[in-house]
Structure formats: C-alpha cells, structure tokens
C-alpha cells in the first residue's frame, strides 16, 4: 500500500474516533470504502487538503459536523421500494401478524420515513392498522423530524403511485395523503400510529419485543463484525418466530446469527426466527 493511503487510512481512522468522543455517532464499523467515498466528497465541497483538516473542523464547528451527518447516512429511499418486497410481505408476512391481537413492527434505519408510512398503507389496507404500532428509528435526528412530519415532494407521486399498484395496492394511492400545493402530507391515522426516535444500530441497545424487524439495505453500509452485531440484536429484539425483513442485496448466509433464522421468503430477503 503507497504511503498516502497508510497516511488516509490513520487520517480516518482518527476522524471517525474523533466524531465518536466528541458527539456519540459511531462509523468505526462501517464499511470503510463507502465511508471514504462520502468524507472525500465532503473534503471537496468544504474546500479542505485532508482528513486531518476535516477532523479539525468538525471538533469546533457542529453545524459542519451536522452537514457531514447527512453525508454519512445513506438518505435514498422511496414508497413502496422494491414492489416485490410489499407484495410478498402481504402474501407471506401480514398472515402471520393476523394471529396476533397487537403487532409491534421495528423499522431501523428509516431515513426520511417513505418506506414506514409504505407498511402503515400497507397495515390500513390488511384491517391491520388499528391494533399496530410502528418504531421507525433512525441515526439522524434532522431526517426522523422531516420524516416525521409526512411531507413529501408532489413530483414523486406519479412514481410512488406505480410503485403502489405494482406492490398490490388495493385502493387509489391518493386516498392516502392530502395534496398541498407542490407538496402532499400523508393522512393523520397513518402518522398517528407511527413512533419516531432516534436510536444508533452500531451502539444502542434491543430497542422494544416486536413482532416484525424491517431494515433493508442498511447492513450493506457495515462491516461484517457491526452486521452480525446488528442481527444479534434483530434477534433479541423479535419474539418467538417473529419476521425480519432485510434489503434484496442483503442476507444472513454469512451471519454468525444464520442458525438462529430460517428462509420465510428467500428471493425477498425475509426471515422468521427460530423457536
């Protein structure tokens, strides 16, 4: 390895030390190459030669800090990502949550909340939503209020709503928010049973008992010591059989927690944990 990458590759390693001891967000475990990726980015919007400078920056100026969090978290999602996985979740998941008489449902790693308020639909039109909570978590604290809100862009609707059909959507995707000039709010019963908060996947621990653990392509963004991590806690979070669901590039064929789940759905990445 050339010098200059032994030199940036201590230079991060001190950063995200750094951002660990001063404001408690832990990147230490996160795939290094993504992570690269993102602070080189940072590096050259904000002008700077190095990681050290960076890491310098960001110690005494917070709202800098702030601006590299939203580059450090992965904010891409959209309603209804991935069709197939609601249509399967219907077909293969919402049976086994009708036996329950409350459903608890884990949504980690939410970012800006299209895909929680997807399951909320989705709960609505199973007859489900009335006895179900949802816990949508984030690192973020800036993009759990926006998601919170239930504000989105009114240019996505045309996409979400092919989305919606797509997944086996039984209504009109408009019977769901309220349009507001170029922007749409999602409907009161569908934030009313939503729970927002933040909580850390790399440091925090079992979050609540649920019945479902939904949290796609976020393992992705770890390294492996963090994702086996994750899934212990998935595993201790869920009760007896309960479902967890994870992203299409996504599995526990690696996990050391593999023996601990079978395939409920395999195309679709969704597992039910063992007795």
Sequence with gaps: MAMSAVNENIEIHCLLEAIYQKY???FRNYSRASIKRRLKLKLYQANLPNFSSLQYKILYDKKLFEALLLDLTVNVTEMFRDPSFYKAMREEVIPILKTYPHIKIWHAGCSSGEEVYSMAILLKEEGLL???LIYATDIN???LAKAKEGIFPMERMQEYTQNYQKAGGKK???DYYTARYDAVIMKKELRDKIVWSQHNLATDSVFTEVHLVVCR???????KKLQNRVIELFKD????KGVLA???KETLNY???KDDFTELVSKEKIYRKKR
């Design 24 to 26: 408690g967000y832990d």
């Design 130 to 132: 009335k006895r179900s």
């Design 141 to 143: 604290e800036k993009v």
């Design 172 to 174: 009109s995707f408009a």
């Design 217 to 223: 392509n976020v393992l992705i963004y770890f390294d």
């Design 237 to 240: 979070s869920l009760i007896r």
């Design 246 to 248: 994870l992203g299409s």
């Design 255 to 257: 996990s050391s927690h």
